[in-house]
T-cell receptor, first 116, second 111 residues
């Protein structure tokens, strides 16, 4: 049981390049989400999914795409990287999105992305 | 939408002292208030949470208090240890997809 696995751990891109950040969970969680963490700004929600085939936008979705073809995987795509997307990205999952008693959000270890 | 403010941004204490981190929120509908600990190079990890139907919750050296009238909640760590050094985040929400985080507090516990 690995929990939430993110790859890669580090990535450097040039402006305009595209890439996909991978996120996989082996806990059969329905809810998955992507956050970005910037200094002095806490974590901000980019996109989330409440189940396979269902995605929605969070607070800062511009420049990012997501899809959820399976329960386990929730990749985050940067279509044309910009320096403003330099950040640490975290994937998180939970059994559901309804905060049932005892449920909590599990985070991956993050991907540090630099866009030059 | 929800707005969460967290203070202080940095907190230095001596080992054995208590540490208190405070957060205020704006949306009176929020009913879930978790606290996360983030160690260097790792993702945030839930350490304690409280729901709006209780005023205080304890787990060993950690406690959280909630004042819904004033819209603020606090994290209390007693008998601090060097391994408590980390960044702590509060958050508030009515659901996971609406979870709004504070800006974080860097806690340094000196031996």
């Amino acid at each position: 049981n690995a929990g939430v696995t993110q790859t890669p751990k580090f990535q450097v891109l040039k402006t305009g390049q595209s890439m996909t950040l991978q996120c996989a969970q082996d806990m059969n969680h329905e809810y998955m989400s992507w956050y970005r963490q910037d200094p002095g700004m806490g974590l901000r929600l980019i996109h989330y999914s409440v189940g396979a085939g269902i995605t929605d936008q969070g607070e800062v979705p511009n420049g990012y795409n997501v899809s959820r073809s399976t329960t386990e995987d929730f990749p985050l795509r940067l279509l044309s990287a910009a320096p403003s997307q330099t950040s640490v990205y975290f994937c998180a999952s939970s059994p559901s999105d309804t905060l049932r008693r005892g449920e909590k959000l599990f985070f991956g270890s993050g991907t540090q992305l630099s866009v030059l | 939408g929800e707005n969460v403010e967290q203070h202080p941004s940095t907190l230095s204490v001596q080992e054995g002292d208590s540490a208190v981190i405070k957060c205020t929120y704006s949306d009176s509908a929020s009913n879930y208030f978790p606290w996360y600990k983030q160690e260097l190079g790792k993702g945030p990890q839930l350490i304690i949470d409280i729901r709006s139907n209780v005023g205080e919750k304890k787990d060993q050296r950690i406690a959280v208090t909630l004042n819904k009238t004033a819209k603020h909640f606090s994290l209390h760590i007693t008998e601090t240890q060097p391994e408590d050094s980390a960044v702590y985040f509060c958050a508030a929400s009515i659901s996971f997809q609406k979870l709004v985080f504070g800006t974080g507090t860097r806690l340094l516990v000196s031996p």
